[in-house]
């Protein structure tokens, strides 16, 4: 039976990387997003070592509450989800192989952005608090080992509004591109966004910084078609055989300054 996580694993090539013994072992990945729950099974500390303090034994190495502390004092705290998903995919690791993230032997240092919102004006249940300064967004997360870095979420415009200078590259973006460029070693990937409904120009910041690696959402193949078959939901089957097009929801260039946006697409 083709399961949703064999089906990604097959359409990714993931299997391939696992059986080849490239499953992240050495690397340390860093996670800004809103809170992990370090209880779930996926980021649990390895069970082959109990009788001695062993910081390679440890998944999460690093965890830092930017925003507030109350997502590692409560693990059913709804600002856990986007960021336990994001680091499921990235490095979960599970029993269940069909389960296992791209990189499940890599461990993770994590930024907790995110904090609960309870205003009246808000358009989701949390806020995220980003940090404006570059020390403050990557320094921590690097001298745990991280040098790869991501970041799967963007500023927020109003429907329809179109990229701006203000908007895709602003002075937090030409400050990361700033510490990037006299910092190599260090790769950001950020989501190029959810506002592809309203066409063209709609990349916003940190997604439009020149040196990080902003990634799309495409659908591959035809193999999605089936995959689809049974959805009630018209909208998610859109354009879903053809392989050069982004999905409804994805974020598109150019950016305001004309520079081709995302630089990566994947299912």
Same mark, same amino acid.
């Given at each position: ?5 064999? &089906? ?40 082959? %070592? ?12 690093? &965890?830092?509450? &930017? ?12 600002? *856990? ?5 994001? *680091? ?13 993230? %791209? ?20 358009? !989701? ?32 415009? $109003? ?22 460029? $006299? ?10 966004? $959810? ?15 020149? $040196?990080?690696?902003? %990634? ?20 998610? *089957? ?5 392989e050069d097009a982004l999905t409804l929801y994805s !974020? ?16």
């Amino acid at each position: 039976m083709m399961t949703p996580f064999k &089906y990604i694993h097959e359409l990714l090539g993931i299997d391939t990387f696992h059986n080849g013994g490239i499953k992240g072992n050495g690397s340390v990945v860093g996670i800004t997003d809103s809170g992990l729950d370090m209880a779930h099974d996926q980021f649990k500390q390895s069970q082959s %070592v109990y009788n001695q303090f062993n910081l390679k034994a440890r998944k999460v190495v690093y &965890y830092e509450t &930017y925003a507030d502390a109350k997502d590692q004092s409560d693990q059913n705290d709804r600002t *856990c989800g986007h960021g336990t998903h994001v *680091c499921g995919i990235l490095a979960g690791n599970s029993i269940d192989s069909d389960a296992l993230g %791209v990189a499940p032997d890599a461990q993770i240092a994590f930024l907790d952005i995110a904090k609960d919102c309870t205003l009246s004006t808000c358009a !989701s249940p949390i806020a995220l608090t980003i940090p404006r300064t570059t020390d403050a967004l990557f320094q921590n997360q690097t001298k745990a080992g991280a040098k790869i870095i991501s970041y799967s979420w963007g500023t927020m415009s $109003n429907s329809g509004l179109l990229a701006s200078a203000s908007l895709d590259y602003d002075d937090q973006t030409r400050a990361i591109d700033e510490y990037l460029y $006299n910092n190599p070693e260090v790769l950001l990937i950020v989501a190029a966004g $959810n506002g592809g409904a309203n066409g063209a120009k709609t990349i916003l910041s940190p997604a439009g910084a020149k $040196n990080v690696l902003t %990634v799309g959402a495409s659908i591959a193949d035809a193999k999605t078609l089936a995959f689809y078959a049974n959805d009630t939901q018209p909208s998610d *089957c859109q354009d879903i055989i053809n392989e050069d097009a982004l999905t409804l929801y994805s !974020s598109l260039g150019p950016t305001s300054d004309g520079r081709l946006k995302p630089d990566l697409v994947v299912p």
